[in-house]
Structures are given as structure tokens and as C-alpha cells.
């Protein structure tokens, strides 16, 4: 059963940084495009970045874009959300989540979904 396990959330001051990590199952970057999604309070889940399996990134239109990095690494089955000058409106549960090869900008193309992790970002 493929999984996806998040971690690194946390209480953050703002401007502060934060690296957000998705274990996946073994072997899954090599067949699995992995986004991070987030849902803010009373907001719609938005997409926030993705890698795809060639390991092409997109990065979407959201307030964090520029101060957001993907990244991964195959050999531990990980990818990495790299968040900076964290705000307030960063604040949110993030997910890891994975589709089939390509990244896709909708909720509804992936198949797997981690627990998420928080985040909140407050003086």
C-alpha cells in the first residue's frame, strides 16, 4: 500500500523558515509526480508546489510562491517543502500528495494523500 508520512510542521515566528518532509513509499518518486497542498482556515486547499517524476518543478500561483522550495531525494524516498519568510497567511495544514508521473494543479488527479502537518505561523 503506497503511503505518505509529512513532518516538520510546527509554531513559527514570522519570517522564519521552515523544510516540511514527505516520506513516501519505496521506489514511488520513480513512478509518482508528488505535490504539496495546503489548506488554510476557512479556504479552499490550494496546490503549492510540485515535482514531477523527472523532476520538473511547478510552482503555483499562490501567496508563497518565491518563497517556496521543492525538492527531493530519491535515495531516501523524501521530498522536501522549503518554506521561507514565513507570514501569516502561511499558516495552514500542508499535504503531500501523488499522482501518476506528471504534477497536476487539481486536488482530484492524486491519488495518495499524507495526514498533513501543521503549520502557523504567529508572534
Known amino acids: 500500500q503506497l503511503q505518505l508520512v509529512e513532518s516538520g510542521g510546527g509554531l513559527m515566528e514570522p519570517g522564519g523558515s521552515l523544510r516540511l518532509t514527505c516520506v513516501t513509499s519505496?521506489?514511488?518518486?520513480?513512478?509518482?509526480?508528488i505535490a504539496w497542498f495546503r489548506r488554510a482556515p476557512e479556504k479552499e486547499r490550494e496546490p503549492v508546489s510540485c515535482i514531477s517524476t523527472s523532476g520538473r518543478i511547478t510552482n503555483y500561483e499562490t501567496s508563497a510562491r518565491g518563497r517556496v522550495a521543492i525538492s527531493r531525494d530519491k535515495d531516501s524516498n523524501t521530498v522536501f517543502l522549503q518554506l521561507n519568510n514565513l507570514q501569516s497567511d502561511d499558516t495552514a495544514v500542508y499535504y503531500c500528495?501523488?499522482?501518476?508521473?506528471?504534477?497536476?494543479?487539481?486536488?482530484?488527479?492524486?491519488?495518495?494523500w499524507g495526514q498533513g502537518t501543521q503549520v502557523t505561523v504567529s508572534a
Open positions: 500528495a501523488a499522482t501518476k508521473w506528471q504534477c497536476h494543479m487539481a486536488g482530484y488527479e492524486y491519488d495518495v
Open positions: 519505496a521506489n514511488m518518486l520513480d513512478s509518482y509526480a
